[in-house]
């Protein structure tokens, strides 16, 4: 016979309130945990967002103007394509720089509401040979104010120094959550460990009445799980407040223009809370099992 | 009911808890295990209840060759034993009805079959005023009675009694056989491990008696020496 759902809840919340403290403490060290695991992919989402253009080895843009000849356009693909400093290249017509646009400023519906694909400027996206700073000043320099040339922009040394913070601190984030969650696993065994034993006399009746290896050890895993699940929610709380508080606030209009792009497309949130909560599952059923099986013999 | 053929038991540093036991238990049989401590009763008990699994020999319930079944078969065998301890293992935190109760629910049974069942098995055991009490609530003898109710409510073939009424003043031992013997004659075999010689030779029921794991004797309406 099936586990009755009534009876499966009662006991796991039974057993959640006799150790709350110990509950307590682990679903806030998987809250924290999660909530470090998912400000990683936020992180990372959001740098990557802010420096897509930047990808790939590239250094310097020449962007031309809408207006530009085909005349002009040729004589600087010209320069690119003979240049023995330019390693690659890549263009971004109009369309493409629109599409990219509407990437970056999703959130922003008004802007681009505003914007059409012919008033966005083609560009080269230059990968040289020698990325060094001065080397790539010199080679950006021969393009500027060049005919139909609007603007050149490097890869100054701040978006280097960003990328690599970045990469520091998500290695951080990501180190420290992974300890956490260990730590998280550690302590939702312990708990499923001491309800086995408060609830000692209880296991051994229900063994010698005859209830099945399942039946007994259904509410001590659902207990591990409930756990997690709290804790994802927990996580949850603190993903929303790093969107919208800090990730959000960089990418507000009166923000540092070298922050711009620098958010979280609604889909990447999706995908991290989902992430987010797969790990907290999995993680309460790995500490929750090994629990039952060393700990329960039935 | 119960078949041992050549069973022995050993546990760890060659101690021998049961020595080539061959015997047969009908159904609807009272039978009481005797001997002096650590002669093998509580082993006897706990090998028919699949809690021991033999070194050699084996053990058959109902038809069934036990030592053969899965391990997620035993539950389903279990339920057809009841189990009286000497220290009643009531629930504390549970009332009379709900310690009765948990028999039920643990294995499944619906709702509506635990509400029937529960006040029946109470008032068969006498405790019907004190369903709503706790444990701590009860005396000795009422204790051992709820534990008796909880072992019979499934209604087993076979009901297993280590030490019943050890904890227990003669007076309120005799109340429970009393109990134990009208169960009996509803056709369930009951199984018990005692010390009492007063319960023994005044019930005059099949005794089998043990000394250092081997069955010495075996005998219908015996006597406790």
Same mark, same amino acid.
């Given at each position: 016979?099936?586990?009755?759902?009534?009876?499966?809840?009662?006991e796991?919340?039974?057993?959640?309130?006799?150790n709350?403290?110990?509950?307590?403490?682990?679903?806030?060290?998987i809250?924290?945990?999660?909530?470090?695991?998912?400000?990683?992919?936020?992180?990372?989402?959001?740098?990557?967002?802010?420096?897509?253009?930047?990808?790939?080895?590239?250094?310097?843009?020449?962007?031309m103007n809408?207006?530009?000849?085909?005349?002009?356009n040729?004589?600087?693909?010209?320069?690119?394509?003979?240049?023995?400093?330019?390693?690659?290249?890549?263009?971004?017509?109009?369309?493409?720089?629109?599409?990219?646009f509407?990437?970056?400023?999703?959130?922003?519906?008004?802007?681009?509401?505003?914007?059409?694909?012919?008033?966005?400027?083609?560009?080269?996206?230059?990968?040289?040979v020698?990325?060094?700073?001065?080397?790539v000043?010199?080679?950006?320099?021969?393009?500027?104010?060049?005919?139909g040339?609007?603007t050149?922009?490097?890869?100054?040394?701040?978006?280097?120094?960003?990328?690599?913070?970045?990469?520091e601190v998500?290695?951080?984030?990501?180190?420290?959550?992974?300890?956490?969650?260990a730590?998280?696993?550690?302590?939702?065994?312990?708990?499923?460990v001491?309800?086995?034993?408060?609830?000692?006399?209880?296991?051994?009746?229900?063994?010698?009445?005859?209830?099945?290896?399942?039946f007994?050890?259904?509410?001590?895993m659902?207990e591990?799980?409930m756990q997690?699940?709290?804790?994802a929610?927990?996580?949850?709380?603190?993903?929303?407040?790093?969107?919208q508080?800090?990730?959000g606030?960089?990418?507000?209009?009166?923000?540092?223009?070298?922050?711009?792009?620098?958010?979280?497309?609604?889909?990447e949130?999706?995908?991290?809370?989902g992430?987010?909560?797969?790990?907290?599952?999995?993680?309460?059923?790995?500490?929750?099992?090994?629990?039952?099986?060393?700990?329960?013999?039935? | 009911?119960?078949?041992?053929?050549n069973?022995?038991?050993?546990?760890?540093? &060659? $101690? /021998? =808890?049961?020595?080539?036991?061959t015997? *047969?238990?009908?159904?609807?049989?009272?039978?009481?295990? +005797?001997? #002096?401590?650590?002669?093998g009763?509580?082993?006897?008990?706990?090998?028919?209840?699949?809690?021991?699994?033999p070194e050699?020999?084996?053990?058959?319930?109902?038809?069934?060759?036990?030592?053969?079944?899965?391990?997620?078969?035993?539950p389903?065998?279990?339920r057809?034993?009841?189990?009286?301890?000497q220290?009643?293992?009531?629930?504390p935190?549970k009332?009379?009805? &709900? $310690? /009765? =109760?948990?028999?039920?629910?643990?294995i *499944?049974?619906p709702?509506?079959v635990?509400?029937?069942? +529960?006040? #029946?098995?109470?008032?068969?055991?006498?405790?019907?005023?004190?369903?709503?009490?706790f444990?701590?609530?009860?005396?000795?003898?009422?204790?051992?009675r709820?534990?008796i109710?909880?072992?019979?409510?499934?209604?087993?073939?076979?009901?297993?009694?280590?030490?019943?009424?050890?904890?227990?003043?003669?007076?309120?031992?005799?109340?429970?056989?009393?109990?134990?013997?009208?169960?009996?004659?509803?056709?369930?075999t009951?199984?018990?491990?005692?010390?009492?010689q007063?319960?023994?030779?005044?019930?005059?029921r099949r005794?089998?008696?043990?000394?250092r794991?081997?069955?010495?004797?075996?005998q219908?309406?015996?006597?406790?020496e």
């Amino acid at each position: 016979m099936a586990i009755s759902p009534v009876y499966a809840l009662r006991e796991t919340g039974q057993n959640l309130w006799r150790n709350f403290m110990l509950s307590m403490a682990t679903v806030i060290t998987i809250g924290v945990s999660l909530w470090l695991f998912g400000g990683f992919f936020l992180f990372n989402y959001a740098v990557d967002n802010a420096t897509q253009r930047w990808e790939g080895g590239i250094e310097f843009v020449v962007w031309m103007n809408p207006e530009a000849t085909s005349e002009q356009n040729a004589n600087i693909l010209d320069a690119i394509m003979t240049s023995p400093e330019i390693q690659d290249y890549t263009f971004v017509d109009q369309d493409a720089a629109y599409e990219e646009f509407k990437d970056i400023f999703s959130d922003t519906p008004e802007l681009v509401e505003v914007v059409t694909p012919e008033v966005m400027p083609p560009s080269y996206r230059v990968v040289p040979v020698d990325p060094d700073a001065d080397v790539v000043a010199e080679l950006a320099g021969q393009f500027e104010g060049r005919p139909g040339v609007k603007t050149v922009v490097s890869a100054n040394d701040t978006i280097r120094d960003i990328q690599d913070l970045a990469d520091e601190v998500s290695t951080v984030f990501l180190a420290g959550s992974l300890v956490l969650l260990a730590a998280a696993t550690l302590l939702i065994l312990t708990n499923i460990v001491s309800a086995i034993r408060n609830r000692g006399r209880e296991i051994e009746i229900m063994k010698v009445v005859g209830a099945t290896n399942w039946f007994i050890r259904i509410p001590f895993m659902l207990e591990g799980i409930m756990q997690a699940l709290l804790g994802a929610v927990f996580a949850w709380g603190g993903l929303y407040v790093i969107d919208q508080r800090v990730i959000g606030r960089f990418s507000q209009p009166d923000s540092l223009e070298l922050m711009a792009g620098f958010q979280v497309e609604s889909d990447e949130l999706i995908f991290t809370g989902g992430l987010v909560l797969g790990i907290a599952l999995a993680v309460s059923v790995i500490g929750s099992s090994i629990a039952v099986t060393r700990y329960l013999d039935t | 009911m119960i078949k041992l053929e050549n069973v022995t038991k050993v546990y760890k540093g &060659e $101690n /021998v =808890a049961l020595r080539d036991a061959t015997l *047969g238990i009908d159904k609807g049989e009272f039978v009481f295990l +005797v001997g #002096a401590s650590g002669s093998g009763k509580s082993t006897f008990i706990r090998l028919l209840n699949r809690e021991e699994v033999p070194e050699h020999g084996t053990i058959y319930v109902a038809g069934k060759d036990i030592g053969t079944l899965g391990r997620w078969k035993v539950p389903y065998l279990r339920r057809n034993i009841g189990y009286i301890f000497q220290d009643f293992k009531l629930l504390p935190n549970k009332t009379v009805a &709900e $310690n /009765v =109760a948990f028999a039920l629910e643990v294995i *499944g049974k619906p709702r509506h079959v635990i509400k029937k069942q +529960v006040p #029946a098995i109470l008032e068969l055991v006498g405790l019907s005023e004190k369903i709503a009490n706790f444990p701590s609530e009860l005396s000795g003898g009422e204790q051992q009675r709820v534990s008796i109710a909880r072992a019979f409510v499934n209604r087993p073939l076979i009901l297993l009694a280590d030490e019943p009424t050890g904890n227990l003043d003669p007076q309120t031992s005799v109340g429970i056989m009393r109990l134990l013997d009208r169960i009996n004659r509803t056709g369930t075999t009951v199984v018990m491990a005692t010390h009492d010689q007063g319960i023994v030779d005044t019930m005059r029921r099949r005794v089998i008696e043990l000394d250092r794991g081997v069955i010495v004797r075996d005998q219908a309406r015996g006597v406790y020496e």
